[in-house]
């Protein structure tokens, strides 16, 4: 379409006369300016030559549109005449003259600009973002003959991204699945263009489904937001619309971008987001909000779901707000355990994440939310939700912590709202009193280069475990990194990124303070403690290694905080891992095992430690089977010399016991027997279920990079 309209510029440069103009003739114009002109003829971008002295204006079709009732009378006139409403601001009218004067280039982005789009400056005034940029055009001795002026105007997708932001405040004073809901069909105007939005969940009515709408013409008083939704059976275009999407998992938009429909994956039961826009191609950035929606949503209705069958607020807090599962990519192993304080029975607000972001590296995050109980629980996982938004959105560390900043910020303004009445905790007014933040170090991790990239919030120094390789240069087994520490979140400051490379074997230890606080102790000393720990911890996998740094420092008796331990390991080249989903059934512990000889005698394992795997790998299942009821997921990992084994089911069986020594106990002995021939042993209760695992340091019969000797230098 630009290319079209591209004759128009060119008719308007050939009929002007440009000897009146300090450009003087055409054919004298110097050959580097008209071969500028010619490269924006041709480009779809809005640009222009601001020439000479009185920055003559020359623009293309694309320009054009951005001038609106300007154009075409603008054309060939100065630019302080055309743009006077703004010329005079610092990056409009100074920009230019020193690209001019000095030939210094410029980029700036989200410039917020008030233009008028007609010659009377009360003329369709409207305010806008910009991406700039001035870059100077040479003659053949050197001198700037005119500014290359290239923007594009970003108001729609900073408002959309600044929805998204306001779309995981807003989720966090919503509880039930209505206010969710509400939230949802309010936001998805400005998230994603939309003249109307539908939500749609399972029904046990003849559709299947049942679906609230709301219409952007729709404005609603404050009292009218605070009654429930609508909800009706969906017609039928409707219901095979969402079936199609379901079934497909994925984001559907028609051709001409009239109609998108989004399936939150991640609620339960399901829910599908229809929207309607105008009939226009959709923005390159849309995918990016509907990422961030998916998750922010799909993870709100899930809670709400839980919370609106009437599950006490102690454990839908304790067994939804953190991960499930953390990934788990080739190069890198990663583990987390949390340690609430007085066995669970007040939430805290310690959490922490792991999730890829769009550009394939991994992000980490641990945080703790000040204060404990219900208020700061929700608020922790208010907040998760949150990193996560704003992490896909924007990746950099500075704009996830100014994100989070605001987040926080408007949580301890709209907490009172989201309480509700009729239990003792919840009484009208009960807020943080702009007491509320956040201590949170977040991480970003390039799997392929072990490149890490840390910010402290407040938080803790993480502890870097060396492997091998830096034993061998002299670098002791840990030792704190050295970064500086910005304010919490919540708190106006500046949070330094620090750039560190994790070698192959080494592993980053990031925490919450109630590792280190005990009741009448000095934290110091709890410092101390945890160096004296981390000197002596023996070779293992990031799982092996927190739950012995959890064991070794946390006593339940003294321990004054919740906890919260995140590792992450770098594997050596060619690590291995195989996974299979075993059914809950007897016959499926011989296809456990045999499917785990394979692997094990595929890895030249030695075969005295086979059988000691195995052996442990049919006493896990079993118990599996027998008390869980579920499905179980088994994992092999070998890395350095080391077998690590791991069954992960989803029932509700609490954590699995051991017997100890009493013989005549008929349960348990099997797990029993697999700590005393394991070299390390744990159990994990997490909201996806139970995780059982232990670790074998093996003999490998190749002798290659996996022999056992190797892999015992190494974490």
Same mark, same amino acid.
């Given at each position: 379409m630009v &290319?079209?309209?591209?004759?128009?510029?060119?008719?308007?440069?050939?009929?002007?006369?440009?000897?009146?103009?300090? =450009?003087g003739p055409r054919d004298q114009w110097p050959s580097q300016l008209r071969d500028a002109w010619e490269l924006a003829l041709d480009c779809e971008l809005p640009m222009a030559l601001l020439c000479g002295d009185d920055f003559t204006m020359l623009y293309n079709a694309a320009f054009a549109e951005l001038l609106g009732g300007k154009h075409p009378r603008a054309f060939g006139q100065p630019a302080p005449d055309v743009v006077v409403e703004v010329w005079d601001h610092?990056?409009?009218?100074?920009?230019?003259?020193?690209? /001019?004067?000095?030939? !210094?280039?410029?980029?700036? !982005?989200?410039?917020? /600009? +008030?233009?008028?789009?007609?010659?009377? @400056?009360?003329? !369709?005034v409207d305010t806008?973002?910009? =991406?700039?940029?001035?870059?100077?055009?040479?003659?053949?001795?050197?001198?700037?003959?005119? %500014? @290359?002026?290239?923007?594009?105007?970003?108001?729609?997708?900073?408002?959309?991204?600044?929805?998204?932001?306001? $779309?995981?405040?807003?989720?966090? %004073?919503?509880?039930?699945?209505?206010?969710?809901?509400?939230?949802v069909l309010r936001q998805s105007m400005t998230a994603l263009d939309a003249l109307s939005a539908t939500i749609c969940l399972p029904s046990p009515g003849p559709a299947g489904w049942r679906m609230a709408r709301r219409h952007r013409i729709e404005e609603l008083s404050p009292d009218e937001e605070r009654l429930p939704l609508i909800w009706s059976e969906t017609s039928?275009?409707? #219901?095979?619309?969402?079936?199609?999407?379901?079934?497909?998992?994925?984001?559907?938009?028609?051709?001409?971008? !009239?109609?998108?429909?989004?399936? @939150?994956?991640?609620?339960?039961?399901?829910? %599908?987001?229809?929207?309607?826009? $105008?009939?226009?191609?959709?923005?390159?950035? @849309?995918?990016?909000?509907?990422?961030?929606?998916?998750? /922010?949503?799909?993870?709100?209705l899930r809670r709400a779901v839980l919370f609106d069958a009437e599950r006490t607020t102690a454990e839908l807090l304790q067994r939804t707000l953190l991960p499930p599962n953390l990934p788990q990519p080739d190069a890198l192993s990663i583990a987390a355990l949390y340690q609430p304080v007085s066995g669970g029975t007040v939430p805290g607000g310690d959490f922490y994440d792991s999730f890829f972001l769009t550009d394939g590296r991994l992000a980490l995050v641990i945080g703790d939310v000040v204060g404990r109980g219900v208020m700061a629980a929700t608020v922790m996982g208010q907040v998760r939700a949150a990193v996560r938004g704003a992490a896909m959105t924007d990746g950099a560390h500075r704009s996830v912590m100014a994100t989070l900043d605001r987040v926080v910020w408007d949580l301890d303004a709209l907490w009172p709202a989201s309480m509700p009445l009729g239990t003792p905790r919840a009484r009208p007014g009960m807020a943080f009193g702009g007491e509320l933040f956040v201590t949170m170090l977040f991480g970003v991790v390039d799997p392929e280069t072990g490149s890490v990239e840390l910010a402290s919030a407040g938080h803790p120094l993480p502890m870097l475990l060396y492997g091998h390789e830096g034993r061998a240069q002299g670098k002791p087994r840990g030792e704190p990194v050295a970064m500086t520490v910005g304010p919490p979140i919540g708190i106006k400051g500046e949070r330094p990124v620090h750039r560190l490379e994790l070698g192959v074997g080494d592993m980053l230890l990031a925490f919450t303070d109630g590792l280190l606080e005990r009741r009448g102790e000095d934290l110091r000393r709890g410092e101390e403690r945890l160096h004296e720990v981390v000197a002596q911890l023996p070779p293992g996998t990031p799982r092996s290694v927190a739950e012995s740094v959890m064991r070794q420092l946390v006593d339940a008796q003294q321990q004054e905080d919740d906890c919260a331990l995140l590792a992450l390991g770098r594997s050596p080249e060619g690590h291995r891992r195989a996974a299979i989903v075993v059914p809950p059934m007897p016959e499926s512990v011989k296809a456990a095992r045999d499917w785990a000889r394979e692997h094990l005698v595929l890895w030249d394992v030695a075969e005295g430690d086979q059988h000691t795997i195995v052996t442990g790998i049919s006493e896990l299942i079993t118990n599996a089977v027998l008390h869980a009821g579920t499905e179980? &997921?088994? +994992?092999?990992?070998?890395?350095?010399? =080391?077998? #690590?084994?791991?069954?992960?089911?989803?029932?509700?069986?609490?954590?699995?016991?051991?017997?100890?020594?009493?013989?005549?106990?008929?349960?348990?002995?099997?797990?029993s027997l697999v700590r005393a021939v394991a070299d390390a042993f744990g159990t994990h209760r997490t909201s996806a279920g139970t995780t059982v695992w232990f670790e074998i340091a093996v003999e490998l019969t190749s002798g290659? #990079?996996?022999?056992?000797?190797?892999?015992?230098?190494?974490?």
């Open positions: &290319h079209g309209r591209a004759s128009e510029a060119r008719r308007l440069a050939d009929e002007r006369d440009w000897s009146t103009t300090s =450009l610092p990056s409009v009218g100074q920009r230019f003259n020193a690209v /001019l004067a000095a030939g !210094e280039p410029f980029v700036e !982005e989200g410039t917020a /600009l +008030t233009l008028s789009r007609g010659w009377a @400056l009360e003329d !369709e806008g973002s910009y =991406l700039r940029s001035g870059s100077p055009i040479r003659d053949e001795n050197g001198k700037v003959v005119a %500014v @290359l002026h290239v923007v594009l105007e970003t108001t729609a997708a900073i408002r959309r991204a600044q929805s998204i932001a306001q $779309l995981a405040t807003a989720l966090a %004073v919503a509880v039930t699945v209505d206010d969710v809901c509400k939230v039928d275009d409707i #219901a095979a619309l969402v079936a199609d999407v379901t079934a497909r998992g994925a984001t559907y938009a028609s051709e001409n971008g !009239e109609v998108v429909a989004v399936p @939150l994956r991640a609620a339960s039961p399901g829910a %599908v987001l229809v929207v309607q826009r $105008l009939p226009a191609p959709i923005p390159t950035d @849309l995918s990016v909000m509907v990422d961030a929606l998916v998750e /922010l949503v799909g993870e709100a179980s &997921h088994l +994992t092999l990992d070998l890395d350095s010399g =080391l077998l #690590a084994v791991t069954v992960a089911d989803s029932g509700n069986r609490g954590e699995p016991r051991l017997t100890g020594a009493d013989t005549m106990a008929v349960r348990g002995r099997g797990l290659g #990079a996996y022999a056992a000797g190797a892999g015992r230098s190494s974490p």
